[in-house]
C-alpha cells in the first residue's frame, strides 16, 4: 500500500506484488469531511518535498476530475537540511496565500518536517493547513508535536494500527475495502488495473471512518 518507492514493487521475485494507493479513500472522506468548511475559498494541494509531486498531482487530479473541486492549485515545500533529520530552513514553491492547504505524503514518522512545513505555510500566508498519508507511524514525539501544531486536520489509512493517546486531529480512514477488492480481483483472475487510479468510491456519510480521536 503506497510504497515509499516504486521501485520497491520489482524486489520480490517469486511473490509479485501490486502498488495500491490508499488516496482512493482517503480523498472522498477529505471532499466530505474538511473542505465543505472551506466553502468557496481557493485550495492548495502541497507535496513536502520533490519526490513527492507525483503523488500530490495525482491527489489534485482525483479531487478535479471525479469530485469536482474547483479553485484549486498545487504546491511543493523545499527543504534545507543542517544535518541528519535537522531542517535549517524550508521555502515554499507555488502560490498558497490565502487558500487552504492539504498537505499530501505518504508517511508520517515523528512529524517533525510536517508540522515544520504547516508552519512555513500559514507563515506564507495560507488560510489552514491540514495534511494526508497513507501510513501513520507517529513514533517518538510525534503526537505531542501535531497536537501543538497549526494542523487542522490529520488523515490518515489504517495500515499501521494507531496506538493509544492520538490527538484528536487524528482521523483515521479505512483501507479494508481497496484491499478486498484486490483479493477478489486476484482470486477469480480479473484485472486490478482499475484499483490503480486514484478516483471517488461510492461510500456512505461515516462508513470508511473508523476512529476519529
Known sequence: MDLHCGQIQGFFHTAPVDNLSALRDMAPFIVREIVPSYKEDPICIVSPDAGGVARAKMFLDCLVSNMRVANIGLAITVKHRSGPGEIEAMNIVGDVDGKHCIIVDDMIDTAGTLCTA??????????????????????????????KSVLQNVVVAD????????????????????????????NHGQSVSGLFKVQAVATSPGKDVIKTG
Open 118 to 147: 504547516a508552519s512555513e505555510l500559514l507563515k506564507m500566508g495560507a488560510r489552514s493547513v491540514s495534511a494526508c498519508a497513507t501510513h501513520g507511524l507517529f513514533n517518538g514525539p510525534a503526537f505531542d508535536r501535531i497536537e
Open 159 to 186: 495500515t499501521i494500527p494507531l496506538r493509544a493517546g492520538a490527538p484528536s486531529k487524528i482521523r483515521v480512514v479505512s483501507c479494508a475495502e481497496l484491499i478486498a477488492e484486490a483479493i477478489y480481483c486476484i
